[in-house]
């Protein structure tokens, strides 16, 4: 995914290449996004992160963060979803300067807000993608079921990195059109 939004944003209208490497850059290759999704989405969710964790102590947990009804649980839904709206530039920022030090807030609020509607639809393909993401079932063959079935899980798997695809896509379009507003 990050090689797709690197290429787009250069204006490479093309899929990107797999390097498969050697044993040990082939787990590079594999392990490297990985890290860099999984860093990128705990930056942008820190302050609801920390705020969970202050508020742990007082026993709210995220088990209970969507059935609870206080104005904590508020402050925390509020945090989280903010956290996601931001994901999409904040994961540019990393597939294209391939630089973590400038997940900085002013480096990301700044293009949101100079292009707050082209970057709602950007928001939109990625939440859709994660939605979808969250309705298929892990692929794998079981004779349990029929064939159909089997063949319906593996068609609705593909459909979702086709969705996945053109949300990366998305995020590359953006910076190609918007690099103006991005200070880095």
């Known amino acids: ?14 899929l990107s290449e797999i390097y498969l490497g050697t044993s040990i850059t082939f787990l590079w290759y594999m392990v490297k996004p ?14 609801f992160i920390i705020t969970l964790a202050i508020l742990d102590r007082k026993g709210i947990t995220y088990e209970e ?9 508020l402050l925390l839904r509020i945090l989280f979803m903010t956290g996601l709206f931001i994901f999409p530039m904040a994961i540019l920022t990393t597939a294209v ?9 002013d480096y990301l609020i700044k293009p949101i807000l100079k292009a707050l509607v082209p970057y ?9 993608t994660g939605i979808a993401e969250m309705q298929t ?5 079981s004779p349990d ?40």
């Not at 995914?1 to 093309?14: F, G, P, Q, V």
Request: aromatic share 14%; glycine share 4%.
């Open 65 to 73: 963060l969507w059935i609870g009804q206080t104005n904590l649980h």
């Open 97 to 105: 300067s391939k630089d973590i030090m400038l997940l900085r807030p």
């Open 34 to 47: 990985l890290v860099v999704f999984l860093f990128t989405m705990a930056i942008v969710q820190l302050p």
């Open 145 to 184: 079921i029929s064939l159909v079935q089997n063949i319906n899980r593996l068609g609705l798997n593909l459909a979702v990195q086709l969705i996945a695809i053109i949300a990366m896509r998305s995020i590359g379009l953006f910076y190609r059109h918007y690099a103006c507003y991005c200070a880095w």
């Open 137 to 141: 079932a892990n692929y794998f063959f």
């Open 120 to 128: 709602l639809v950007v928001a939109a393909l990625v939440i859709a």
């Open 1 to 14: 995914y990050l090689n797709i939004i690197y290429e787009t944003a250069y204006d490479i209208d093309k």
